[in-house]
C-alpha cells in the first residue's frame, strides 16, 4: 500500500512547558506579541536583543539555549514586516519553514511551533502550520528505498490558547497536507519512479477501499480512437511498456443534493523531451515535473476523500504521457482530428501538454452538459511563459466567458491569497483565438508556432484558447444555448522549484474555493 501519510503527527498543545517537546520553533513579527504563558520566552528574547539588534530581522533564525523551555532549545524565526503594502500570509509560512527546518538540523525529532495569535491574517494559523509541513515532507523515492529516512520528526506540536479550536482545526490540516503530499509524490518523482504505469498503481493504491472511485485506460487502440491528439504524443513512448500512456479518471460524489461539479483535466507529461522539436542545450533537465499538473488533480482528490465535502461532485482526468523521441515521434506539419472533430495542424511538439489534455477535456465537456451547475478545468505546468510573465510562485488563471461573468479567476485569487496559494490573473483575448486559427484550407486550428512560448507574445494565454477551440468549448461560450463555464491553470510557476521539492500547488487554493465551507 501507498504511504500517504503526512510527514508528521500533528498534536495541539496549550503548554510552551511540555516536556514531550525537544525543541520550540517561535514564528512571529513582534516579539511583543508572546503573551500569557509565552512570557517567559518573550523575556528570553528580550534579552537577547540586546546582544543582537537583528533579532526581528526575517533574514535569520536564531537558535538560543534557554531553561525556560524543557529541550533548553529555542528557535526564533521572525516572519519580518506585516504591515507594509506587499507583505502577505505567505511570511508565516515561510518563516515556519526555517524555522523548522533549523530545529530538524539541531537533532530536534518533536518540535513544537508556536505562533501567538495575529489577527492581521485569519488564515495565518493554517499557514504557517502547512509552511512546517513543506519542509517535513520526504520525497516518495526516499521513503521507498531509504526507511531510516522516511521521516525528519515524529510529531509537531501546534500551540494553541484555545484547545477546542485547534483540535477541530487539525483534521482540515492533515486533509490538506495529504492531498499536497499525494501531489508531490506524484510531481516530484523521477521519470522511471511516476512513469505512467506506476503513477496509475500509486493512484489505485492511494485510493483502494475510499469513497473515490478509479477508472484506468490505456488501450493505444483506444486512444487513437478516443482521444487522437493524446494518441499522437504517446506514440513513440507506447511502444515501450514501463512508459505507455494511461488515462487515469477519478470521481467522487458528496452527500446530500448536487449543486455544483467540478471537472478536472491535469497535464501528466512524465518526462518532457521536447518529441523531435527536441529540448536542445541543456534545458531538458527537470522535465519530469511536467506532471505536476495531474499530480494536483489526485492531490484535490485526496483532499476531497480526507474531508468529505457535501453536495459537491467532481470528476477528475490524469493525461499521463511521456513525451519521448524516437523513429514513431510525432512531428511538426501532421494534421490529425480531434475528438471534436476539429482538423489540428502541429507546429510544435514540444507544445505536447495542450494535445494530451483537449481530447479529454472535449469528453469532460460532453459530460458536463449533463451535470448540475458544471465547471470544466485546465491544470498544468503548460508554460515558461507563465513563469516569465508572473515569476516563479505563481499561478495563472483565465477563464473563458461563462466563467469570466461568475468571476470564477477573481475568486480563486481572493481565496489563494488568504490562504498563501496565491494566483494571478491573465485573460483570454481576440488575439488568442486568431493567433491559432488553420493558416490554409488543410487546417481548422493551428496547435503552436515554431517558437518557445518564452518567445511567444501572449506565451500563456494562447494555450487556453487554443485548448477551447480544440476540444470544442467554442461551441458553448456565452453566446451559446449551452454556456459551460472553462477555466485554465498555467501552474509553471507555483508548482515549485527544481531542484527542489514541489509545492503541491494549487491544491490548498482549491479546496479552499471549493471543499473547505462544506466541511461540517
Not at 145 to 153: G, H
Not at 324 to 333: M, N, P
Not at 346 to 365: F, I, P, S, Y
Request: glycine share 8%; aromatic share 6%; with cysteine.
Amino acid at each position: 500500500m501507498t504511504d500517504i501519510r503526512v510527514p508528521c503527527t500533528l498534536v495541539p498543545c496549550l503548554d510552551v512547558a511540555d516536556a514531550q517537546y525537544d525543541a520550540v520553533v517561535v514564528v512571529t513579527d513582534s516579539i511583543d506579541k508572546l503573551t500569557g504563558n509565552l512570557e517567559n520566552i518573550k523575556a528570553v528574547l528580550q534579552d537577547y536583543e540586546h546582544v543582537d539588534g537583528k533579532l526581528e530581522n526575517p533574514g535569520f533564525v536564531h537558535f538560543i539555549k534557554t531553561d525556560v523551555v524543557p529541550s533548553k532549545r529555542l528557535i526564533f524565526a521572525p516572519t519580518g514586516p506585516l504591515n507594509r503594502d506587499y507583505d502577505d500570509v505567505r511570511r508565516f509560512a515561510d518563516a515556519a519553514n526555517r524555522g523548522i527546518n533549523r530545529a530538524v538540523a539541531a537533532g530536534s525529532n518533536n518540535p513544537l511551533l508556536v505562533r501567538p495569535v495575529d489577527d492581521s491574517f485569519p488564515k495565518a494559523g493554517l499557514v504557517t502550520s502547512l509552511g512546517a509541513m513543506q519542509v517535513l515532507y520526504v520525497p516518495i523515492e526516499v521513503r521507498e528505498d531509504v526507511p531510516s529516512r522516511a521521516r525528519k520528526v515524529n510529531n509537531l506540536g501546534v500551540w494553541c490558547n484555545d484547545q477546542t479550536r485547534v483540535v477541530k482545526a487539525l483534521p482540515i490540516l492533515n486533509g490538506l497536507e495529504k492531498g499536497r503530499s499525494v501531489c508531490r509524490d506524484i510531481g516530484g518523482s523521477d521519470p522511471e519512479r511516476m512513469a505512467a504505469p506506476r503513477v496509475a498503481q500509486y493512484v489505485q493504491d492511494v485510493f483502494k477501499g475510499t469513497c473515490i472511485k478509479v477508472n484506468i485506460l490505456s488501450d493505444p487502440e483506444v486512444f487513437k480512437k478516443e482521444y487522437p491528439l493524446l494518441a499522437a504524443v504517446n506514440r513513440s513512448a507506447g511502444c515501450v511498456e514501463r512508459h505507455r500512456g494511461h488515462v487515469i479518471f477519478l470521481e467522487y460524489v458528496g452527500e446530500g443534493d448536487i449543486d455544483t461539479t467540478l471537472l478536472l483535466v491535469g497535464k501528466g507529461i512524465t518526462y518532457d523531451t521536447g518529441g523531435a522539436d527536441i529540448k536542445a542545450g541543456g534545458v531538458m533537465a527537470g522535465m519530469h515535473r511536467d506532471k505536476c499538473g495531474a499530480a494536483a488533480v489526485a492531490g484535490f482528490f485526496q483532499v476531497l476523500d480526507s474531508l468529505k465535502p457535501k453536495g459537491l461532485k467532481v470528476l477528475g482526468a490524469m493525461s499521463m504521457v511521456r513525451n519521448s523521441v524516437g523513429s514513431e515521434c510525432y512531428v511538426a506539419d501532421e494534421i490529425i482530428t480531434s475528438r471534436a472533430g476539429v482538423r489540428v495542424r502541429v507546429g510544435n511538439t514540444d507544445a505536447e501538454g495542450r494535445m494530451v489534455m483537449a481530447d479529454v477535456l472535449c469528453q469532460m465537456k460532453e459530460k458536463a452538459l449533463n451535470e448540475v451547475n458544471p465547471h470544466l478545468f485546465t491544470i498544468a505546468t503548460l508554460t515558461g511563459h507563465a513563469i516569465r510573465a508572473m515569476g516563479p510562485n505563481y499561478s495563472i488563471i483565465l477563464d473563458n466567458g461563462p466563467a469570466s461573468k461568475e468571476q470564477t479567476s477573481q475568486k480563486m485569487q481572493a481565496v489563494g491569497s488568504q490562504y498563501g496559494d496565491p494566483f494571478e490573473i491573465s485573460n483570454i483575448r481576440r488575439e488568442d483565438y486568431e493567433f491559432h486559427k488553420g493558416k490554409s484550407e488543410y487546417e481548422d486550428v493551428l496547435q503552436c508556432n515554431n517558437l518557445p512560448s518564452t518567445m511567444t507574445p501572449r506565451g500563456h494565454q494562447t494555450p487556453a484558447a487554443f485548448m477551447i477551440m480544440a476540444s470544442g468549448l467554442d461551441k458553448h461560450g456565452i453566446d451559446s444555448e449551452r454556456p459551460l463555464k472553462y477555466s485554465h491553470m498555467d501552474i509553471a510557476g507555483s508548482s515549485g522549484p527544481f531542484p527542489g521539492v514541489p509545492t503541491g500547488s494549487p491544491v490548498v487554493a482549491m479546496a479552499a474555493r471549493y471543499v473547505l465551507d462544506r466541511v461540517a
